[in-house]
């Protein structure tokens, strides 16, 4: 009986254990969600009021009292139930534990960036309705609101007693990534629109209604906000010096790909204008000629953001550098061999009706257009010809080609039933020989396109596990024990790259600092510092263990300590 109790009693000590441990993080869940949710509603409702007093010609209680209503409401009841909980908040936010919470960190990142976002939106649309003639008080009532929520959020980041401590560069990174979004886009529309001006001159069409001036001076107060905004976030706050994988993907995600997506577009269309213009008369050179403004400035621009961010990744680390070349070679694969798919449907369209084979011309130039934009690039940062380096990290390029491999698999398997589909659909029927040439091009094309490229990679990624053996089957260690200083990500990413071990990273404490020690990736304010990265290597090159201690200093010192099992 003694032994069943004492069974008992074993089993529910860790259970309330666990309740205890985790009533502080659903309180923290709870108090932050509601916190956010009463200060946005206390800014709606603050924002309204603002915009009333700010028309003119509106009388406040009689002109649509419901709204009035509702603002009232926001303001007088959300805004001071916001205060009164953040203030309950602020002051418990001194303990470590509060600032430590991972809750703490989510709310201060999350209503920066909404906050962020939404002023500088609203006073970027109110001056740029401004520049056009057009006055918004509403707009600027709301972004006037909304810098004010975002320079508070942002003191209680700077706060050195009650600032949260994860999660700290989340805000910094996304504000640069916005940044460059609606910088680029309005410096895109700018130049475009003096590109189609241009154009449409030498042309003789006017196709603006208003002064084009005025969409001009529109388009770059988005330009110059958007080029502010990241610019305050990646120069001022040092996010490109920023280290962890929020910064790197961000990096990849909108610096490379985006950019590269943004070129390619602009270079096909462009071609396909040019093109279009010398070789297809079935449309008037003004019709034609209608997207290469835009087009123009997007091939630009997009080539002068991807260069600068390439440039960013070589220098930040090497994974970061092979995973860019990564991307942009899938981008132009994409553009290629939609090209190719585009190809084969033209040159099936004089086998269909007569009638069919009106749009052949364009439909051909537009496949040419893009494989021509799209091949060059992609044979020129994948280097086909080139006998690949093994002794680099193959991890990325593994995934790349079974990501491309898979994708395009499915693809091609998607556009064979479709192409079934169409056979057994025209079996059935009563139709004309030509009409199931039509039905079957552009399926078919497709098709093409993607099988091609499933069975390149395929026999690419058969190639490169011949030649080189998968991570993990290189050496006999399992288990890394990483204890470094400063950042510390590279040199984890380093070690899973040449050992193929799992590395579990805990970062040293700095010698007079306040804050406690983490081992996730929420410090990412401070680039890494540490031995270089060849070092590493070479320590770790006749290391034979199950389970290994790397330890690391601030300068070149590194320690390797094999452990027993």
């Known amino acids: 009986m003694a032994h069943l109790f004492g069974t008992v009693g074993s089993h529910d000590l860790p259970e309330r254990g666990n ?20 200060v946005v509603i206390g800014a709606i409702g603050l924002a309204g009021l603002l915009g009333r007093l700010l028309e003119t010609g509106v009388e406040l209680v009689r002109d649509d009292t419901a709204s009035l209503a509702r603002s009232l409401a926001f303001t007088l009841i959300g805004g001071p139930f916001a205060a009164v909980l953040w203030w309950v908040v602020w002051r418990r936010a001194e303990e470590t534990s509060e600032q430590d919470s991972l809750s703490w960190g989510v709310y201060v990142a999350g209503a920066s960036t909404v906050s962020l976002v939404t002023f500088s939106s609203s006073l970027l649309f109110a001056a740029a309705t401004l520049a056009g003639g057009n006055w918004s008080p509403q707009t600027f009532a709301t972004g006037v609101v909304w810098a004010a929520v975002w320079l508070w959020h942002r003191g209680m980041s700077q706060d050195a007693r009650r600032r949260p401590l994860c999660l700290r560069s989340v805000a910094p990174i996304l504000g640069a990534a916005y940044g ?10 700018t130049l475009g629109l003096f590109f189609a001006h241009a154009i449409h001159g030498l042309a003789g069409v006017d196709t603006f209604g208003q002064p084009w001036w005025r969409n001009v001076l529109g388009a770059l107060v988005w330009a110059a906000g958007g080029v502010l905004v990241w610019w305050w976030y990646w120069v001022r706050k040092r996010v490109q010096f920023a280290g962890g994988r929020l910064a790197h993907v961000t990096l990849a995600v909108v610096g490379i790909l985006g950019s590269s997506v943004l070129m390619l577009a602009g270079a096909g269309i462009t071609l396909n204008s040019v093109l279009r213009l010398g070789f297809d008369s079935s449309e008037s050179a003004a019709r034609i ?23 960013a990744a070589i220098e930040r680390s090497v994974g970061i550098d092979r995973t860019a070349r990564l991307l942009v070679s899938g981008v132009a694969l994409v553009a290629a061999a939609s090209g190719i798919g585009v190809i084969a449907n033209a040159l099936l369209v004089p086998f269909g009706i007569p009638l069919a084979g009106s749009g052949v011309h364009t439909l051909l130039i537009g496949g040419l257009s893009s494989f021509i934009v799209g091949a060059p690039l992609w044979w020129l940062v994948w280097k086909p010809a080139h006998r690949t380096d093994f002794s680099e990290g193959l991890a990325g390029r593994r995934i790349y080609l079974i990501a491309v491999f898979g994708l395009s698999a499915v693809s091609a398997l998607v556009t064979l039933l479709v192409l079934g589909y169409r056979l057994f659909e025209f079996a059935l029927a009563d139709h004309v020989g030509g009409a199931f040439i039509d039905r079957v091009r552009a399926p078919l094309g497709l098709f093409i396109a993607t099988a091609l490229v499933a069975a390149y990679h395929f026999s690419v990624w058969r190639q490169d596990r011949a030649v080189a053996p998968l991570p993990g089957k290189q050496g006999t260690i399992d288990q890394v024990i990483l204890v470094a200083s400063g950042d510390g990500v590279e040199l984890k990413r380093l070690i899973e790259e040449q050992t193929g071990a799992t590395v579990k990273l805990w970062r040293r404490k ?6 406690p020690t983490h081992s996730s990736d929420s410090h990412q304010d401070i680039p890494s510092s540490g031995p270089p990265l060849d070092l590493l290597a070479e320590a770790l090159k006749n290391v034979k263990g199950k389970r290994v201690l790397v330890v690391t200093g601030s300068g070149t010192a590194i320690e390797v300590i094999p452990l027993a099992d």
């Open 19 to 38: 309740e205890v441990t985790a009533t502080p993080t659903v309180r923290r869940l709870i108090v932050f969600t509601l916190l956010f949710t009463l």
């Open 180 to 189: 460059l979004v609606i910088g680029t886009g309005g410096a895109v529309t």
């Open 289 to 311: 000629l209608e997207p290469l403004g835009f087009s123009l400035s997007s091939a630009l621009l997009g080539a002068l953001v991807l260069a600068y961010h390439y440039h």
């Open 510 to 515: 700095t010698i007079g600092s306040q804050a």
